[in-house]
């Protein structure tokens, strides 16, 4: 699918902005994580004053006096005093760091876990909200990464890339500030390197921009292809195509290699070109600020000479640590741009604001000049007019491609007519809610899903609230008796355990158990032998009497009972009317009927023969 992407360099801030509307859910915590940040970082620049004030005022004065009384062979006693006045606050400022550094790790890991519940609880309900049509163009894999490796890259930037962001931000204005207070030749030095940093580290940061959205947006494609390949194994065995898997699969592998190497390549050069700059800062500090400490008059002290080394060293680590933040932020982006597109997603089949519910539905269905397209080149239905009356039994017949699931998934609301009125019991269905629809409807495909789970959580997955006796008599209706003894029997993952044509019994059952008053079935016992379907056929007389059903089959003997069979071709109806009477016109129907007949009794002769 073609994604919704920032565009502009200044993609990162929108992006930022949207993380930091996620932080704030937690204003508190978030609160705490900076204040204690911020403390760490002013005790960290206030310990080169520590020394400066070690130096000039106890050590440089100590020296002085030793020297004098050993020129003049006076005795001389040293006084450890202020070292140990200096050593305790060190100590103390040290016992306040360790404290806040555990107080600041503890809040952005709890910010980070719950931001990270938040973005895929937000991103779940989305997709739960979101139509057919958007995961008719998503792939899988594409929506899998979203949901699982893309909260996590972009909750790193709000946690402890924000935490370098802050700490390196308050260090470079306290250290500043300090140097500009002892000498401000000195602090400008260290601030004419800053912005010579920054103009090397911009281009680098594009770079690093354009390869990591490539990178993330390859690994989308490299997830959904191999999510595809796993899923389609038999396929590829079947038909020897290994090589062709792979080699499609190695040419994916080897983009995403390139970008990721790329993307790898200049972010490893972003720190060095800060540190570079860094030792260059430090060593014009020693060169002017040695001559300026040896002058006569001094400048400068030595005390403040060593701060100032200490400080040029300092000021360039959080350079270091906002680095790392944008580096962070930037390949967080790509991952961002696509959750957010996600999330910004429309939805395209949604309640109308002054949407009301259905009341209990009678099953009539009306389509009126009812037009359709999955893409305009192609439309499905033109002008398509149809009238179910309540409690009719509807079949569907036609080859595949010609309309018939289409007719199914539009009376669902699972897409929305392009033009034309589709009424619900007389009324524009597009003007109620669609849970008070869907929740009167029974749909069973022909590829039945189950979630993993017992039968039984499966069987009244609809109805949370059906005893176990309901579920035993939607199970005889399913023609599914051996199930009842096997309700406690988990399913596996998508239902893996069980065969084909069991997962349709069981979905059967399902749809049985909710009472709709509009029953469909698309291809529902296509995978089911003719005896079991027999057997169902008995029971669904019973369940459909007195509410309206769709049925799509292909085994047309299956329907032979059903009020009305429509046989459609090109999305238009060219046959309608009983069994009887289209085996009477002996048209197309007729054709497809006599056609399957004679297939089945040819396979029973050959049997028979065996």
């Not at 902005?17 to 005790?43: D, E």
């Not at 103009?199 to 921009?209: E, F, K, N, T, Y």
């Not at 379907?533 to 509410?547: D, F, H, M, T, Y």
């Not at 009927?593 to 029973?604: A, G, V």
């Amino acid at each position: 699918m073609k994604e919704k992407q920032f565009t502009s360099q200044k993609a990162l801030w929108p992006f930022l902005l949207r993380m930091f509307r996620y932080s704030m859910r937690y204003k508190g915590w978030m609160l705490r994580f900076a204040f204690w940040t911020v403390v760490v970082s002013i005790v960290d620049s206030i310990f080169p004053l520590i020394l400066l004030g070690l130096m000039d005022n106890v050590i440089t004065p100590q020296l002085a006096e030793m020297k004098v009384a050993l020129d003049s062979n006076q005795p001389f006693e040293l006084d450890y005093s202020g070292v140990f006045y200096y050593a305790g606050l060190w100590l103390l400022l040290g016992t306040i760091q360790v404290i806040g550094v555990f107080i600041f790790i503890k809040y952005a890991g709890r910010v980070r876990e719950y931001i990270m519940y938040e973005l895929r609880e937000d991103l779940f309900k989305k997709l739960q909200q979101l139509s057919f049509s958007y995961y008719d163009r998503s792939a899988s894999g594409w929506l899998l990464t979203r949901i699982t490796s893309d909260t996590d890259r972009v909750c790193e930037v709000v946690s402890w890339g924000l935490l370098d962001a802050i700490w390196g931000c308050t260090m470079i204005v306290f250290c500043t500030i300090a140097m500009l207070i002892y000498s401000w030749k000195l602090a400008l030095i260290i601030i004419i390197c800053v912005p010579l940093m920054l103009i090397a580290s911009i281009r680098v940061r594009l770079l690093v921009l354009k390869y990591s959205r490539a990178s993330r947006k390859i690994n989308s494609e490299l997830t959904a292809s191999y999510n595809e390949h796993i899923n389609g194994v038999k396929v590829i065995k079947g038909m020897a195509q290994e090589p062709q898997a792979t080699a499609r699969f190695q040419g994916l592998s080897s983009q995403m290699h390139l970008a990721s190497y790329r993307s790898a390549y200049y972010t490893a050069m972003y720190m060095p070109l800060v540190v570079f700059t860094g030792s260059i800062a430090a060593a014009l500090v020693i060169f002017f600020g040695g001559q300026m400490a040896l002058a006569i008059p001094a400048g400068i002290t030595i005390g403040y000479l060593i701060a100032a080394f200490e400080y040029a060293m300092r000021i360039f680590l959080p350079i270091i640590d906002i680095s790392r933040f944008y580096a962070l932020a930037q390949g967080s982006l790509s991952a961002g741009e696509r959750i957010f597109s996600l999330l910004d997603e429309e939805v395209a089949i949604k309640d109308a604001e002054d949407a009301t519910d259905f009341d209990k539905i009678k099953g009539e269905v009306i389509f009126d000049n009812i037009g359709f397209h999955y893409n305009k080149e192609n439309p499905v239905l033109k002008k398509f007019n149809l009238k179910i009356e309540p409690g009719q039994s509807i079949a569907l017949v036609g080859a595949t491609g010609e309309g018939k699931s289409t007719i199914v998934n539009l009376i669902c609301r699972f897409y929305e007519p392009i033009s034309g009125h589709l009424l619900i019991d007389g009324e524009e269905y597009r003007t109620k809610t669609l849970k008070s629809l869907r929740s009167q409807m029974g749909v069973v495909l022909q590829s039945p899903h189950l979630f993993a789970g017992t039968i039984r959580e499966n069987v009244r997955y609809g109805q949370q609230s059906a005893t176990d006796e309901a579920i035993h008599k939607a199970l005889k209706l399913a023609a599914a008796e051996n199930f009842i003894s096997r309700l406690d029997e988990e399913v596996g993952e998508g239902g893996d355990t069980l065969s084909q044509g069991e997962k349709q019994l069981i979905s059967l059952a399902r749809a049985i158990l909710a009472d709709p008053a509009i029953f469909i079935m698309d291809e529902a016992t296509s995978a089911i032998d003719t005896i079991t379907e027999a057997k169902i056929q008995q029971g669904i007389e019973n369940v459909l009497s007195n509410r309206t059903a769709i049925i799509i089959a292909h085994r047309l003997s299956t329907i032979k009972n059903c009020d009305r069979i429509l046989v459609i071709k090109e999305g238009a109806i060219i046959e309608d009317g009983a069994h009887q009477v289209l085996i009477n016109a002996k048209g197309h129907y007729y054709g497809l009927y006599t056609k399957q007949l004679r297939e089945k009794r040819l396979s029973e002769m050959i049997s028979d023969t065996k």
